[in-house]
């Protein structure tokens, strides 16, 4: 029997964890782990727990109850060891507007003694294109953002916290930051990246969280969702043929005559079985992020108690 555990360890883990203000609930109940070297989305509109979720990670907020730990470290009592093990990008962003560029990164290095500060150099003037000795109050919200980014991905640590990272940026340097998070996978860190792009995170991300009103409703498998086959067909006669067992066939939606069909697996067997059974016509295809997201925060979706969310 093989001794390798079926997914890597986990780093950042979640037990029940809570940030209630007075009645109301910023986060409620989050258990999550997020395993080392994958990169982890969080999803969800404003609102849902996604920022208030990185803030209690880092131990930049005290939970209600429930805990969460970074490398076994607590992020409340433990937060300062936390926060040497990670970089984090906020969502908005504050910097020295009488500092240059390059005055940003020194002090911004000089925290973690002066580790990174060449790469981040390279990084804002080789891919962001940067120019670095001017003052940071003559920069764009863009370039700011491109600078920060630039220091989030020289740090040398071990996580990377973005939070909507490329929410400032024009569509080149999107696929810039991209290609720094593949980097950086590549290089052994743990990524999450909280972003409302789905395209984006459907691209670089292994695991999906979504966030509905501060509470997790759905974690999903990127690399297994790859790998689903949306199948259109429509049958000849009145009655369609048994699914074969082995080809692990789920019926999402049927429409007179027309069966909409979820697929996992091999595509030979599936082709060779359609081949063997009256079909009028057939279309295969796949699904993208937006189509999960939409069934929590689309204008069809319900609650748990079937009530509409946007009541």
Not at 35 to 42: A, Q
Not at 66 to 77: E, M, P, R, Y
Not at 166 to 190: F, I
Not at 237 to 263: I, K, Q, S, V, W
Request: with cysteine.
């Amino acid at each position: 029997m093989s001794l390798i555990p079926p997914h890597p360890p986990a780093l950042i883990v979640s037990d029940g964890l809570t940030k209630a203000y007075g009645p109301h609930y910023a986060l409620r109940e989050l258990s999550l782990e997020v395993r080392r070297g994958e990169v982890f989305g969080l999803l969800g509109p404003n609102g849902s727990g996604k920022t208030t979720t990185i803030r209690l990670w880092l131990g930049l907020m005290r939970p209600t109850r429930g805990k969460a730990t970074v490398f076994g470290f607590d992020c409340w009592s433990g937060g300062l060891q936390v926060r040497r093990l990670v970089s984090y990008l906020p969502g908005e962003l504050r910097m020295p507007g009488s500092l240059t560029g390059l005055g940003v990164l020194k002090f911004l290095s000089g925290l973690r003694d002066g580790e990174g500060l060449d790469r981040a150099e390279a990084i804002a003037d080789r891919v962001m294109k940067l120019d670095l000795g001017r003052k940071v109050r003559k920069y764009s919200t863009g370039m700011k953002q491109k600078l920060a980014l630039a220091q989030a991905f020289a740090d040398p640590v071990d996580v990377l916290i973005l939070d909507e990272p490329t929410s400032a940026l024009d569509p080149s340097a999107r696929l810039d930051v991209l290609n720094l998070v593949r980097e950086a996978k590549a290089a052994g860190q743990t990524v999450v990246f909280s972003g409302h792009v789905l395209s984006e995170v459907e691209a670089i991300c292994d695991r999906v969280a979504i966030l509905r009103r501060g509470r997790l409703v759905h974690v999903e498998d990127m690399h297994a969702r790859r790998s689903l086959r949306m199948i259109l067909v429509r049958f000849e006669g009145d009655a369609p043929p048994p699914f074969p067992e082995e080809l692990g066939l789920t019926l999402r939606r049927m429409r007179g005559p027309a069966f909409l069909l979820e697929h996992r697996g091999e595509l030979g067997p599936l082709l060779r079985w359609l081949a063997t059974v009256p079909v009028a016509d057939v279309a295969i295809g796949t699904e993208d992020l937006h189509a999960l997201y939409d069934e929590y925060h689309g204008p069809d979706a319900l609650d748990d108690d079937g009530e509409d969310p946007e009541r």
